[in-house]
DNA sequence: ACGATATGGTGTCAATTGTTACTATTTGCC
DNA sequence: GGCAAATAGTAACAATTGACACCATATCGT
């Protein structure tokens, strides 16, 4: 039988690795921004796209519909975003930033960044792209079939 | 200013990524042996490590202690690892598995493994073995600091 | 045009997860 | 030897998370 080491076996370390990166960035934006992962991700979203509605960002970011629902109501009340009735479907918002949204994402992105290159940045020439390559490969590997390797 | 694209964005991709992985990983060991993520891991440690404690189990795989307590005290109850008291400190158990445990175990590795080779066997190369490598390098920038980047 | 079905979004509940507090034992220090 | 501080493990509680049910609107087939 071909030995299982937990140390060398790579569904263990890639959940290990990601948790303490998730950490780290959660603590961080917590304590700066007092945003949570999911309400920062909305912004970063909703920056680079106006408009977006709550299902897309779904799509997009693979995050559950009501973990955005939730992150969308908590930063409408902060006056972060405006959830505008969509013109072409009463059901939907269109979410954009307000201006005091535009205030913190002003800040928030650079923090991001540079929270990327204090881990990332450590890597050598091309590590980082290839790490990143390589994430992508997996995505496609595991396909569009909401991830349920064993159903065969 | 450096532009913020969320899709580009490592720690993002990082998560997004292992969170696939994990659901997928995670169904499968559900539906084939009833064991939770946790749960499997402990008997994989154990498997590996005959006499190891809970508290080592924690250092070994980052997992909280209360996570290893839970799950310690599941497979105990299903009689698939033993708690004998440590004899050189009493407030320890020595972990083994016990012979349900090491049948069970038998049925597990092997599909672990293939698990692992059906997500990451698509990998070019020393692709894989890239990928170890890098994820490890994290872990080290990180280093032993409970993980707090922003904490300077 | 109309009924069946799908979709956007939210409320409710159950399960999971982490936090804090606690007991029992051990270790280190005087 | 005895007391302070640390450690193994657990219990009780709080917070997060996801699953499910639901309403309103939209889309599709006929």
């Given amino acids: 039988m071909e030995t299982l080491r937990l ?11 990601s948790n303490r990166v998730s950490g780290a960035i959660a603590t961080a934006y ?3 921004f007092g945003l949570s992962i999911p309400e920062w991700r909305l912004v970063a979203v ?10 897309a960002i779904c799509a997009r970011t693979g995050m559950d519909k009501v973990t955005v629902s939730r992150a969308a ?3 409408g009340k902060r006056e972060l975003i405006a959830r505008r009735p969509s013109a ?12 005091a949204g535009q205030v913190l994402y002003a800040q928030v992105a650079p923090k991001a960044l ?14 980082a792209t290839r790490f990143l390559a390589t994430l992508r490969r997996i995505d ?7 991830g349920d390797v064993s159903a065969r």
Avoid: K, M, N
């Avoid at 140390?7 to 690795?17: A, G, M, V």
């Avoid at 909703?46 to 977006?52: L, R, S």
């Avoid at 929270?115 to 940045?121: S, V, Y």
């Fill in 7 to 17: 140390d060398d076996f790579l569904p263990f370390r890639l959940s290990y690795t």
């Fill in 88 to 99: 072409s479907d009463r059901r939907a918002f269109e979410l954009g930033l307000t201006d």
């Fill in 30 to 32: 917590q304590r700066l």
């Fill in 46 to 55: 909703i920056a680079e796209c106006d408009g977006t509605t709550q299902a």
């Fill in 114 to 127: 540079e929270l990327e290159r204090q881990i990332f940045g450590g890597l050598g020439a091309g590590e």
């Fill in 140 to 146: 496609a590997i595991l396909g569009d079939s909401a």
């Fill in 73 to 75: 109501i908590a930063l």
